[in-house]
Nanobody, 130 residues
Framework: QTQLVESGGGLVQPGGSLRLSCAAS????????VGWFRQVPGKEREGVSC????????YYQDSVQGRFTISRDNAQNTVYLEMNSLKPEDTGVYYC???????????????????????WGQGTQVTVSA
């Protein structure tokens, strides 16, 4: 069965950390670009960070640059998002998505392609609040 499952969300105080996991089953995640997206009520889903399938190059949204790190563990068939120095504006439902990269840059995958044609997990809630 082909599946993407996110985990690791929760409630954390400002300045805290969380690590999100995106675990794949039924296919090999390393063959595909993977992205983390955030959605809050009333706003469009936005790409937070993505990692390439070709050279593991990465993209980060400006608001998370220097605080979040995306990485792969191919042995676990999983992609992680390490989130540090969390802020209330990081709150939202975090989804992972995967798709064939082809000739698209990782930037294009994150801002457009995965939203149009990605395979999505069910999401995990992250709440940053005192």
């Amino acid at each position: 069965q082909t599946q993407l499952v996110e985990s690791g969300g929760g409630l954390v105080q400002p300045g805290g950390s969380l690590r999100l996991s995106c675990a794949a089953s039924g296919f090999t995640l390393s063959q595909f670009a993977v992205g983390w997206f955030r959605q809050v009520p009333g706003k469009e889903r936005e790409g937070v960070s993505c990692i390439s399938s070709t050279d593991d190059s990465t993209y980060y949204q400006d608001s998370v640059q220097g605080r979040f790190t995306i990485s792969r563990d191919n042995a676990q068939n999983t992609v992680y998002l390490e989130m540090n120095s969390l802020k209330p504006e990081d709150t939202g439902v975090y989804y992972c998505a995967t798709g064939t990269q082809g000739l698209f840059s990782i930037h294009a995958m994150c801002v457009r392609r995965l939203k149009e044609a990605g395979y999505w997990g069910q999401g995990t809630q992250v709440t940053v609040s005192a």
